[in-house]
């Protein structure tokens, strides 16, 4: 399934003009070796351009070139462009002998596949390739001011008549009917098109993955005999044609380019697409899910709500259907390969739904901030920790969770655990923390954790001791604060992680400390206080729990929060304690 979709992404992009034919690739080329109608190196042209990204220097031109091909240590020219070896049989790695075999199986090559065009282009670069010497490649003028750099291993191409030779229509005949042909090997019945086409042995690399190797990672690879079967080798245990593995690392390839439409999740990267090829579909939903483009805040829910209510949306210059199919896929990187963390094929709105049942179950009242969305990222990230000493977001975790929000699933145990134990070290719950809580018991459920606790806001009917705790820590806290403004130790830095796992030892002394500190209280602070702390401590009984297990500790945690929270909205407050 996942290779059949980017298949299908390939043709539609194709067919749009996004993405370059069988047997092309994009290439990253410095120079062009100008040439005349005899073929004669008249001039070396410079293809770096200023970087995009405004920083000094320059940037390779990316061309649309003849499909490179795989090396080794083996020699093995491409078409119609190489790095200086190859089409000039030089280069600055003292090999001299090596250099002139790259040249002789270039011109071998060339006019292997131009013998049968016939137009001033392709003979002008046989004539170029009959006539080149490369003893005297060094002293050629040309070469003279640009010679070091164009040595050094950087692509080349050529230039003729006013346009690159890739460009002309026979000699792109040519290629094609070359590549077409030149497919030998096994042929079958291709698993992903079942069409019959040779089998990819090798298949291409894919390149952009947060944390794989630069040069490029296998989706699809054998390399040990324990994955191999019958005595079949590579990819002959699951043969791929050579179009469909063509397709669907391009259709990868031009995914991991688009940085605008990826979504990093600790070493996971999401990529997502919709059947029409649309980039649309792609702003909206990880507008959505990571936050992305924010400015554009309101179009993005009133575009979301229509479309999860049935209704097709517009939204910029795009009509959005609600029926659109819409694919996820999100790797990870593992050594030389990639590994799937989730893949889902859906409707768009489907999706929409699950992310819009996720967020309400993240819901929570925020007084001292904007109720604005609370994004996948940052909802990882509060649960791994930010600092830079903290051990990398789990990809297990990262994974799980994404597809619990993206399947409308239970969300993973890591999760939770997570966000307790940076509980635990930071002595602070937070919105993102504490919405986490409801939405993880909203959605897995636990009776220590029962609904009433699972508001948007504070419940004062609840009856829940573990909640009611919470509450009580939260009033306590407050009494400090009213009694010893300004202090530098609070009681949530001492005792916060005590009171939600053995309240039983922390509450007496807390409570026999905030009775002393309500003597240096007066008026109506003084009552307010007093009357909180009689109706808490009416709830709890006569005693307190000697231990409190992991979801009763969630119970606590949300408690205090909804308690400081409703405190700040009653007093008008900035800052306080659940920050």
Not at 176 to 195: A, F
Not at 243 to 264: G, V
């Amino acid at each position: 399934m996942i290779l059949q979709s980017l298949v299908d992404y390939y043709e539609t992009q194709e067919k749009a003009g996004r993405a370059v034919r069988q047997g092309w690739g994009e290439t990253k080329v410095s120079y062009a070796l100008c040439i005349d109608e005899r073929g004669r190196l008249k001039q070396v042209a410079t293809m770096k351009t200023k970087r995009a990204d405004g920083k000094e220097g320059c940037s390779p031109r990316l061309m649309e070139l003849p499909m490179p091909v795989k090396r080794t240590l083996g020699i093995a020219p491409n078409f119609l462009w190489d790095n200086a070896s190859y089409l000039l049989g030089a280069d600055n790695r003292g090999r001299p002998q090596r250099s002139r075999a790259c040249f002789a199986a270039s011109r071998a090559l060339h006019e292997q596949i131009l013998q049968a065009a016939a137009c001033p282009a392709a003979a002008a670069l046989l004539a170029f390739f009959e006539q080149w010497e490369p003893e005297k490649a060094l002293q050629h003028p040309a070469l003279q001011e640009r010679g070091c750099s164009i040595l050094s291993g950087v692509n080349l191409v050529f230039w003729h008549n006013g346009r690159f030779l890739q460009e002309n229509e026979e000699i792109r005949q040519a290629w094609q009917r070359y590549y077409d042909t030149s497919r030998s090997g096994t042929r079958t019945l291709c698993l992903v098109t079942g069409e019959r086409d040779a089998v990819q042995p090798v298949h291409p690399a894919v390149k952009g993955v947060e944390g794989a190797q630069p040069s490029g990672a296998a989706l699809v690879s054998f390399n040990a005999p324990a994955f191999c079967s019958y005595g079949r080798e590579q990819s002959l245990n699951a043969p791929v044609g050579r179009y469909a593995a063509f397709a669907y690392t391009t259709a990868l390839n031009l995914l991991l380019a688009d940085k605008e439409h990826l979504c990093q999740l600790g070493d996971t990267t999401l990529l997502c697409w919709a059947r029409s090829g649309e980039s649309a579909y792609q702003d909206l939903f990880l507008g959505l899910l990571a936050g992305k483009n924010k400015t554009a805040s309101f179009p993005l829910q009133k575009a979301a709500k229509a479309l999860c209510g049935g209704k097709e949306a517009a939204y910029g210059a795009a009509r959005l259907r609600p029926d659109m199919g819409f694919t996820l896929l999100a790797l990870s990187p593992n050594a030389s390969r990639l590994s799937v963390r989730f893949f889902g094929q859906n409707t768009f709105s489907r999706f929409l739904r699950n992310l819009q049942a996720h967020q309400q179950r993240l819901h929570l009242l925020c007084f001292s901030k904007e109720e604005e969305p609370l994004f996948l990222p940052e909802l990882l990230e509060e649960a791994a920790g930010k600092s830079s000493r903290e051990r990398p977001l789990s990809p297990e975790m990262a994974g799980e969770t994404l597809q619990a929000v993206l399947c409308d699933a239970c969300y993973p145990v890591s999760l939770l655990h997570g966000v307790m134990r940076r509980i635990r070290a930071e002595r602070r719950t937070g919105r993102a923390r504490a919405a986490m809580i409801k939405a993880y018991y909203l959605k897995n459920p636990h009776p220590d954790v029962p609904k009433e606790v699972l508001t948007v806001s504070l419940n004062t009917e609840s009856t829940s001791i573990p909640y009611t705790l919470g509450r009580l820590f939260c009033e306590l806290e407050g009494i400090q604060h009213a009694a010893s403004p300004g202090a530098k130790s609070t009681i949530r830095d001492k005792y916060f992680t005590c009171a939600s796992t053995t309240p039983g030892q922390v509450f007496p002394l807390l409570v026999n400390r905030a009775q002393r500190q309500l003597s240096l209280l007066e008026g109506e602070m003084r009552s307010q206080y007093d009357r909180q702390l009689s109706e808490l401590a009416d709830r709890l009984g006569e005693g307190y729990p000697a231990r409190m297990n992991l979801p009763q500790q969630g119970a606590f945690q949300l408690g205090y929060y909804h308690q400081a929270q409703a405190r700040r909205q009653k007093r008008g407050e900035g800052n306080g304690a659940a920050d």
